[in-house]
């Protein structure tokens, strides 16, 4: 069974800080990255998404891919109280389906 | 833009009672939509996804069946609610790309 897995938390840093929060996968065929946060009893907001292996930046987000680890992370910069969350990892398996991780709990505290 | 909704926001249903959640997309055409769970505490479950008007792939067999009877809208329905029923529904749409938007959910409490 294809899985995705994240360490479920929390995860608790200083304002100003790095987070990074990291997701493993189990299908090495996978082509397709994303992460999604999601605050508490809202719906889950893509914030990134990355395709080929490295790094992707967008504002205070880095996602970093590694296929042959198959493994994908997500730095936040300068972390925010805004930012506690929890954040969901998502691999495409097939062309319209996404496998989701159960999420990592992000708490930054002033 | 696109703009996606869901409706009702909140519901409370007693067991084997039906449900009818409606999911709409709005500025797009031909989207592909789906259906997901997500249960207290556990990750998202895909239920139901949809690449056209009346194309319905079910993921996991269950009391639940789902319907798309246009092209922006997308139904989930049963017609007798369990308890194990309760959870967050949430509607999402994909175009071009493969990264899905999903829209504000249907809290449901089936007690």
């Known amino acids: 069974q294809k899985e995705v897995e994240q360490n479920s938390g929390p995860l608790s840093v200083p304002e100003g800080a790095i987070a990074s929060l990291n997701c493993t996968y189990s299908?090495?065929?996978?082509?397709?990255f994303f992460w999604y946060r999601q605050y508490s009893g809202k719906s889950p907001e893509l914030i990134m998404f990355?395709?080929?292996?490295g790094d992707k930046e967008d504002g205070r987000f880095t996602a970093q891919l590694n296929k042959a680890s198959q493994y994908v992370s997500l730095l936040i910069r300068d972390s925010q109280p805004s930012d506690s969350a929890t954040y969901l990892c998502?691999?495409?398996?097939?062309?319209?389906?996404?496998?989701f991780g159960t999420g990592t709990r992000l708490q930054v505290f002033p | 833009s696109q703009t996606i909704h869901q409706w009702p926001a909140t519901l409370v249903q007693p067991v084997g009672s039906p449900l009818s959640l409606e999911c709409t997309v709005e500025?797009?055409?031909?989207?592909?939509l789906y259906w997901y769970r997500q249960a207290a505490g556990r990750g998202l479950q895909l239920l139901f996804y949809s690449v056209g008007i009346g194309q319905i792939s079910s993921e996991v067999p269950q009391n639940l069946s789902a319907s798309r009877p246009q092209d922006r809208q997308f139904i989930l329905s049963s017609k007798k609610l369990l308890l194990s029923d309760s959870g967050f529904y949430l509607c999402a749409w994909r175009r071009a790309g493969l990264e899905q938007y999903f829209g504000p959910g249907t809290r449901l409490t089936v007690t």
């Open positions: 990355i395709y080929s292996n």
């Open positions: 299908d090495r065929g996978s082509q397709s």
């Open positions: 500025g797009t055409s031909n989207p592909n």
């Open positions: 998502a691999v495409n398996i097939v062309a319209d389906k996404l496998i």
